[in-house]
């Protein structure tokens, strides 16, 4: 071999392979970066949001609704990415994005959650989308009696930071809400038709991360907050939360419509068939409903639904107009073009190169492909995962100088894939905060995948998630002790409430062993009950000193691993496996099984060594 071909080869030999590097768009994926795009690919995609945006803006349409078909690998999620980052660069508008859910009798909240949340990502000028509509707000006292008054603060509605760090530099904290409650009132003389608690709320969003924010941010998506009633805003219980949860939706849309930016809503992972819910429905049909209440309740909204193409066809099954509503647009992505796959591959490839410092010039086009075999895949129609499929495997087995790397079986082979796939994936999954319902799917996702044979003493035999109702537990965990020859049943509740009141009643519930006929009771959280809490106090050691029950510590380090199984097994197919594989490789790796989060829960109160 020459010394281009030998630095190549080591290079390789290093990795990573650039073809296993995020092969699919994931949520996390949308906002931020991904490792090559193509630009040109479902343009016609791109177009048609453009121009929803641009007629709901001006007023032609108060809502849109676009279905985006496709088959799995044909850019849907890319698109979505690129709607994204032209919003992030050129404003205009403000975007949501909508994951999968877990509990479809939640689905209104999980949407309003998101959407809340999705609103804390920045723009290029790190300028949070809360901030932008905040500010606008602020900006609608121009040209009013108002305007003398509030001059210094106008003056600098054009920099949302400068208007934040003025107003911290001249008000004490206090002085900070009574600033708000007297900006509300003068936007509302001219602004009526919004409301004033939600519009108070969001201009507690100006100021980012500030406790005066936490408060605004906990109100929007639903989450207590010992501080509520104190800073003027109503408090509701969970069943009131569920069912204002599209009244909240529907004041973000009808907020952004003053600050003249379309709201774009992104529902995304409808080919997903995990659905808590008796109701008979997929989870297509579920989000198709939900879409429709938004498209009936909403205006200054363009709501996008990314749906395989055999999801579809369950959505169209549904009456009441509700496909009409849901698909008033429609476009369907496509495979890329042989041009467009080549493409493709040069462009990781040039990222290798990059990354390794070789010379892309001392190597024939497309080393070590070749052409005609990838407008040979094009040909076939394949998308772009089979392409990314079919050059990560050409890339670790192709001969290179008269070496042939050494072949794995197609077992290890597939847990080599899944490994790889595993550990990219970790480095950048975070589990969601103050999302008790989500964390405790990931909780339950990884019981599922323990081996058959004792963990902390302990043979799981079943685990079975509750629908739960408000304070409830979110799962059981049934099995055997295996030194002590008795039957175990653990009921865990994790709650990440910042008010005594919610977990007094959670713990309530918790104690109570004999509405599920639990031996144990355990209650997860991320920080410790305070000692203000008194009632919750004396439930946290009934539990403990009575009932033989435990408290765990919700640690991101422990629960993170656990969201990157989660997101794997719900993405399976994206990600090249079956579901029974995924469980099967996290089983005989023990990724469920040594993390210190599982074997926590499943131990008799002792900690962990």
């Not at 003056?155 to 002085?175: D, W």
């Not at 605004?216 to 010992?226: D, K, S, T």
């Not at 009409?324 to 493709?344: F, N």
Request: proline share 4%; net charge negative.
């Amino acid at each position: 071999m020459t010394d281009a071909y030998i630095l190549f080869e080591e290079a390789r030999k290093q990795g990573p392979n650039p073809f296993k590097l995020k092969p699919i768009v994931s949520a996390d994926e949308v906002w931020g970066d991904v490792v090559t795009d193509l630009p040109n690919l479902n343009q016609h995609v791109d177009r048609t949001i453009y121009q929803a945006i641009s007629e709901v803006r001006k007023r032609y349409s108060d809502k849109i609704g676009i279905a985006i078909k496709g088959d799995r690998g044909t850019g849907k999620s890319h698109v979505i990415h690129r709607i994204w980052k032209t919003i992030e660069r050129e404003g205009g508008a403000v975007f949501a994005y909508i994951p999968q859910f877990v509990d479809a009798n939640r689905i209104d909240s999980h949407v309003r959650f998101y959407l809340s949340l999705s609103f804390n990502h920045k723009d290029v000028g790190g300028i949070t989308q809360w901030q932008q509509l905040a500010t606008a707000m602020v900006a609608t006292l121009k040209g009013t009696e108002f305007e003398e008054k509030y001059q210094p603060y106008l003056e600098k509605c054009e920099n949302p930071e400068e208007l934040r760090k003025y107003i911290l530099r001249t008000h004490s904290a206090a002085q900070r809400y009574e600033l708000v409650d007297e900006l509300v009132e003068a936007i509302l003389e001219n602004q009526s038709d919004l409301h004033p608690d939600f519009l108070k709320a969001v201009l507690f969003l100006l100021f980012k991360t500030a406790p005066i924010a936490q408060v605004g941010m906990a109100w929007i998506q639903g989450i207590e907050h010992p501080e509520t009633r104190q800073r003027g805003l109503p408090e509701f219980s969970q069943q009131e939360q569920d069912a204002k949860s599209i009244w909240f939706i529907q004041q973000i849309c009808k907020l952004a419509s003053v600050a003249l930016r379309p709201v774009v809503i992104c529902f995304d992972q409808l080919d997903q068939p995990n659905v808590s819910a008796d109701c008979g429905d997929s989870a297509a049909q579920i989000v198709a409903s939900c879409i429709d209440k938004m498209y009936f309740q909403c205006s200054n909204v363009i709501i996008l639904c990314c749906v395989m193409s055999d999801r579809w066809r369950e959505i169209e099954q549904m009456g009441s107009g509700i496909p009409d509503r849901v698909g008033q647009w429609s476009e369907s992505t496509k495979p890329p073009t042989a041009e467009q796959m080549i493409e493709l591959v040069k462009l990781r490839l040039d990222w290798f190169y990059s990354e390794k410092h070789l010379n892309p010039d001392a190597y024939p086009f497309l080393y070590p492909f070749d052409e005609n075999e990838i407008k040979g895949i094009a040909s076939k129609g394949a998308g772009v995962r089979s392409l990314m499929k079919w050059c990560t495997e050409k890339f670790d087995s192709v001969e290179i100088g008269g070496s042939v790397a050494p072949s794995l079986n197609p077992e290890e082979k597939k847990r080599k894939e899944f490994s790889d796939a595993y550990n990219e994936l970790l480095g950048r999954t975070s589990a969601p905060e103050q999302n008790d319902d989500q964390l405790a799917a990931i909780v339950a996702c990884a019981m599922k995948m323990l081996p058959e044979e004792a963990i902390e003493n302990l043979v799981i035999q079943k685990v079975e998630s509750i629908k739960a109702k408000s304070h409830d537990l979110h799962l059981t965990i049934s099995g055997s002790d295996s030194t002590q020859q008795k039957n175990v049943k653990i009921g865990v509740r994790i709650c990440e409430t910042q008010t005594g009141k919610t977990l007094t009643a959670a713990m309530k519930k918790l104690l109570d062993y004999g509405k599920y006929g639990i031996t144990r009771g355990c209650l997860v959280r991320s920080t410790p009950i305070p000692r203000s809490w008194r009632k919750a106090k004396e439930l946290e050691q009934q539990l403990v000193q009575q009932q033989g029950g435990e408290v765990v510590v919700l640690k991101k380090d422990e629960i993170n691993p656990l969201a990157a199984i989660h997101a794997m097994y719900e993405e399976a197919e994206n990600y090249g496996f079956t579901k029974e594989e995924i469980s099967t490789f996290v089983k005989e790796l023990k990724l469920a099984a040594n993390n210190r989060l599982i074997r926590e829960i499943l131990s008799e109160g002792a900690t962990v060594t």
